[in-house]
């Protein structure tokens, strides 16, 4: 058995394992009461960091489900994230109201990621992967070729009203943020448990074996990529909110790869792992870059940078396979591993 | 028909690098069952090796024998040093590790060559012959087309002519079993690493001269198309590795040329949709033979 | 679940708590950020690593460098200068990320010479919100010359239009009759240039892009064999300058070259092209600084000097003249803004305008323009070295003439620092 079926064995043994004795929306309530209370003791910088992590948030939970859960990986969800916030983008330039242009976001999202989802069903591996990657390099092929609407390499602005009251702007982020990371957890936490959870790591661990037991095979993977679509369209809307524009150049492939060495590195298949990833994904970077320049000499700079987050990947890789989020009790995975 | 015999000859010429590339990646898939998405990175590192001697010897022969060595080292190295203490109950284990081996490659690479464009000399003159007014191939795009026919007969001799070839697919499909069987599994990896990182190094050194030259992230690029190039024509298969680099460069050259550079990526997200719908294991897949 | 809001509130509090830098407000000039008795604080983001560091990376080093010799000569009103350099590897959504971090969390009292079009734009609505001075931007879109709508930011770069109109006049007045193509990077860069060229020429026989994501130009320059263009106009990065001139000399096609000066850096077109560099004899391209090259310059015998003591003796070309060309206009908008250093007193002082520095034509900074230098001269390219000829023309990015501008070049200062005015 491999790791990133733990979650499943965690759900099996629903009765011995504590974690699963508490009600997510719960935790999803003490995670919202942390972030409010954050918001109002961190300095400006910290808060956008806070929300970028939330914005991160969404699309590593969806990621971590399809890839960790259902066994599907995709290298194209930069590109689902371009989707979610052009959508926005276009919307608030015509109509000006976030909270419908987010939906939308997610919806035409979806819809893409259906269309994907379909074609992936029936790929596997780096099949899979090497798809999904062309269609991560597609995007500024996209709004090149349809300038007139999406306005090439330079991008679109994204028009927002100031925050109601005197909230500041970076709070007021952190809270629209997390409200949609929070909800995401919330939702994918409940959809993991119920039927849908059981049928995805039935397919993942072992195709056949699910089609006898009456499973789904391509609904449920085309559901599961649906899903994290829709996930990944959110977390596109939020950032076109972070950075109030959009352009293809934020979308790269190499966002796409971090997204799955956040989840990987994080722990994969787990919400817990979904947040350190995109903990890390805001973190690490920014890290890197002071320790570089503590270390002096200007023109290592970015180079000391890369090649400490290089080395952290490696090491992390080699020394918890199973992600940071496993780390803790190495023992009882072990334990379980054994029992499956 | 002068536009579209020019651009066909392009495109080939194109296609004969992406080929170079994707054998490589179609080497180290028979050999480990990996993707390896640092094989751009390593060969742009044994590159530099290359061209630093050749530039100090002034022989580029030599430069070039010291790049391919070189890649073998590294792909030992990695293997030995790295890979081989990777978990892989995950296949994303080996993909994370790469990536991260991706961005120390090039970060030391910055550091010691910094981050700008060096020249990489071609070892024949890149001036095509013209007949008739088309421009056809130069004396390099042959050495290219020469090298890669050559990589593939080796390969395939490798794989079905010896039982090093055999065993080393054995140790790839089956560990438990080939070790069973006294495959010794660990050696068979490391060289398929070391000879996949040479196949890898001599993609590089054929490339480079013919892009913007020697730079940190050099294969960047060439690593998307040699990817979606293995894909289409099947991991398994070198054959089809050569047929799908040549695919991918033909295409990229007909839409570039005839409907603008930047449409060409969408084509290739078509080609790859239609191939792979009918194909989920790429054109020349063996029959039902699904991958581990 | 309660593991998550643990870990959470774990990591959380972690970066929280490791946000115990000094915020440096304070001192004289009334609670201005980055700026105290003794220290001006100025950021800046620029891609000192991956595909786009090519050439770029040097710029900033050489823009600090000289801010050191400034402060090594007394500094300004006896404040030194500090230059904080992020690399945002030109990805836009990084750019956000460092620019946010040096404004919020830094606190610098301006942005300067931020480099790239798409990476800088996604950063303009930020820098106005927090009323941050965003000068002299690093490329050449008309973007920046928005006064009304970003009253703080100002470009540096003679916009890409201007430069189309320019090089276009040039081709006009000498191949009269000649077939003229266009090739240009698939963004603003190339279609603003392409509009100042046909603005001045007409339509031209073939136009073609390409895109940076793909190393090969065989089509678009066999597009232009095939129409037998006599010359081609290129709005191209450096990397693919060499590219272009390099494909047409392998498929036997000689025409004339007429690059921007974007993609024109002898130095690093010699250097990407290596053994294949003659093909670089004749290229026609443009510049409005001084040429590195160009010994006999005053201006040039100063970046040299300072090139030595403050930059390590880095490989010294147009990128570093460019670099401290920018750090030169910036004290001197200092020098302007007066001792009672206030962000509005920079912005006033640089739309005053009337800087006199390197450049061979002046700034056309004003209340109603916020674009940077009015025009270019042409250079030709002849035993691997550039050289200036004719007279620099100036124009605007709109319909207006393209004109001789007949202004002499200033000269330095005796100690290399712009005197306070």
Redesign the interface.
């Known amino acids: ?4 079926e733990r979650l499943a064995t965690t759900t099996k043994n629903r009765q011995k394992s504590r ?1 699963n004795r ?3 929306l ?3 309530l ?2 919202a009461a ?2 409010v209370v ?1 918001t109002y ?6 808060n ?3 929300a ?1 992590i939330g914005a991160y948030l969404c699309v590593t939970a969806g990621l971590t489900v399809l ?1 960790g859960l259902n066994g599907q ?1 995709s290298l194209g969800h930069g590109a689902l994230m371009a989707t979610g916030a052009y959508t926005l983008a276009l919307w608030q330039d015509r109509f000006n109201l976030l909270l419908p242009g987010i939906v939308l976001a997610v919806v035409v999202t979806t819809l893409a990621g259906g269309v994907i989802g379909l ?1 992936a069903a ?6 899979l ?3 999904t ?3 991560a ?2 995007v ?3 709004t ?2 349809f300038d007139n609407t999406f306005n ?4 679109l ?1 994204v028009a927002l009203n100031p925050p109601p009251g005197v909230i500041p ?2 709070q007021w982020q952190v809270w629209i943020c997390w409200a949609g990371a929070l909800l995401t ?1 919330l939702f994918l ?1 409940y959809l993991v448990r119920g039927r849908f959870g059981r049928d995805m790591r039935a397919v993942r661990d072992d195709e056949t074996a699910a089609k006898l037991a009456g499973v789904g095979v391509a609904r449920t993977q085309v559901l599961a990529f649906v899903v994290s679509a829709a996930c990944a369209g959110l977390s596109g809307a939020l ?1 076109a909110v ?4 959009v ?9 796409s ?1 971090f997204l ?2 956040a989840i ?2 994080g722990g ?1 298949g787990r ?2 792992g979904a ?2 990833g995109a ?1 890390l994904l ?2 690490l ?2 890290v890197a ?1 002071s320790i570089a320049e503590d270390a002096g000499s ?17 090491v992390v ?2 020394a918890a ?2 992600g940071l ?1 496993s780390m803790k009790f190495p023992r009882k995975i072990r334990k379980q591993k054994g029992q499956e | 028909m002068d536009r579209f015999l020019y651009l066909t000859f392009d495109g080939l010429s194109r296609g004969a690098v992406y080929a170079a590339f994707a054998l490589a990646l179609v080497l180290i898939w028979r050999a480990a069952r990996i993707v390896n998405f640092a094989q751009g990175a390593m060969a742009v590192a044994t590159a530099y090796v290359g061209y630093s001697v050749a530039s100090a010897t002034g022989s580029y022969w030599l430069g070039f024998v010291v790049a391919i060595a070189g890649g073998l080292v590294l792909g030992a190295v990695v293997e030995r040093v790295v890979m081989r203490f990777v978990d892989h109950s995950s296949p994303l284990n080996g993909v994370v590790v790469a990536l991260g081996l991706v961005l120390i490659i090039q970060g030391v690479l910055g550091m010691i060559y910094g981050n700008d464009y060096r020249p990489a000399e071609a070892p024949f003159s890149r001036d095509a012959f013209q007949i008739g007014g088309v421009t056809l191939l130069s004396r390099f795009d042959l050495f290219v087309f020469g090298a890669v026919g050559a990589v593939v007969v080796l390969l395939t001799l490798l794989f079905t002519r010896t039982s090093t070839g055999l065993r080393m697919r054995a140790a790839a499909f089956a560990p438990d079993v080939s070790r069973l069987l006294g495959v010794p599994v660990g050696g068979m990896l490391t060289l398929g690493w070391a000879l996949a990182a040479a196949v890898g190094s001599l993609a590089g050194m054929l490339v480079i001269p013919t892009e913007l030259g020697l730079h940190p992230n050099a294969m960047d690029l060439l690593f998307i198309s040699a990817f979606t190039a293995a894909v289409l024509g099947g991991l398994d298969s070198p054959v089809g590795a050569v047929v799908g680099g040549l695919v991918v460069g033909l295409l990229l050259t007909y839409v570039s040329g005839y409907l603008g550079a930047n449409v060409a990526p969408m084509a290739v997200l078509i080609l790859l949709v239609v191939v792979l719908l009918s194909r989920p294991d790429g054109l020349f897949s063996k029959a039902k033979a699904r991958t581990a | 679940m309660k593991r998550t809001a643990t870990v959470l509130a774990a990591l959380l509090l972690a970066a929280g708590c490791s946000n115990g830098n000094s915020n440096s407000s304070g001192g004289s000039s009334s609670n201005t950020p980055g700026v105290t008795d003794t220290e001006i604080l100025v950021g800046t983001h620029q891609p000192l690593t991956g595909p786009a560091a090519a050439g770029y990376s040097s710029i900033a080093p050489a823009t600090k460098a000289y801010f050191d010799y400034v402060n090594a000569n007394g500094g300004v009103y006896g404040r030194k200068i500090t230059y904080k350099i992020m690399d945002d590897g030109y990805n836009p959504a990084n750019t956000q990320q460092v620019v946010r971090q040096l404004v919020l969390q830094d606190k610098v009292f301006a942005i300067l010479n931020g480099l790239g079009t798409p990476t800088h734009t996604g950063v303009l609505d930020f820098l106005k919100t927090n009323r941050v001075p965003d000068l002299f931007v690093a490329s050449g879109s008309r973007t920046w010359n928005q006064p009304d709508k970003y009253p703080g930011t100002f470009g540096f770069n003679p916009d890409y239009t201007v430069e189309g109109k320019i090089l276009a006049t040039y081709v006009k007045e000498t191949y009269a009759g000649k077939k003229v193509c266009f090739l240009g990077q698939d963004d603003d860069f190339g279609k603003d240039s392409l509009a100042g060229v046909e603005q001045v020429l007409g339509s031209v026989t073939a136009k073609q892009t390409y895109v940076v994501t793909n190393p090969n130009v065989g089509p678009q320059i066999g597009a232009f064999k095939a129409a037998a263009c006599d010359v081609v106009v290129l709005a191209s990065i450096p990397g693919f300058t060499a590219l272009s001139i390099g494909t047409a000399a392998k498929i036997g096609y000689k025409p004339q070259f007429v690059v921007s000066n974007v993609g024109s850096d002898p130095t690093t077109l010699a250097k990407t092209l290596g053994a294949a560099a003659p093909l670089l004899e004749g290229v026609v391209a443009a510049n409005y600084l001084p040429l590195a090259t160009d010994d006999s310059s005053p201006w040039i015998q100063l970046y040299k000097k300072v090139n030595a003591q403050y930059n390590g003796n880095a490989t010294f070309d147009n990128n570093v003249v460019y670099g401290m060309s920018v750090g030169y206009l910036f004290v001197q908008a200092l020098q302007g803004a007066g001792k009672d250093l206030t962000r509005d007193k920079l912005t006033e002082a640089v739309q005053k305008g009337g800087f006199t520095g390197p450049g061979l034509v002046p700034v056309r900074f004003s209340a109603q323009d916020h674009s940077g230098y009015a025009g270019e001269q042409l250079t030709k390219l002849t035993g691997g070295k550039a050289t200036y000829f004719g007279t620099p023309y100036t124009t605007d990015d709109a319909a207006g003439a393209v004109a001789p501008y007949s202004g002499t070049a200033a000269a330095p200062p005796a100690n290399g620092v712009p005197p306070a005015q």
């Open positions: 058995m491999t790791i990133v974690q508490f009600v997510p719960a935790g999803v003490v995670g942390v972030i954050l003791t961190l300095p400006p910088f910290r956008y960091q806070l970028t890839t990986l074609a029936r790929l596997r591996g780096p099949y992967a090497g798809l990657l062309a269609v390099v597609v500024p092929s996209i090149s070729t090439s390499d330079q991008g602005s702007v970076e957890v936490a950032f972070l950075a109030q524009s352009s293809p150049g934020a979308f790269p492939l190499t966002l790869l799955v060495m990987v590195i994969l919400l817990t947040l350190i903990f805001v973190a970077p920014s870059q200007q023109h290592l700079e970015g180079n000391l940078a890369l090649t400490f987050f290089g080395v952290v990947l490696v890789m080699l396979p199973g989020a």
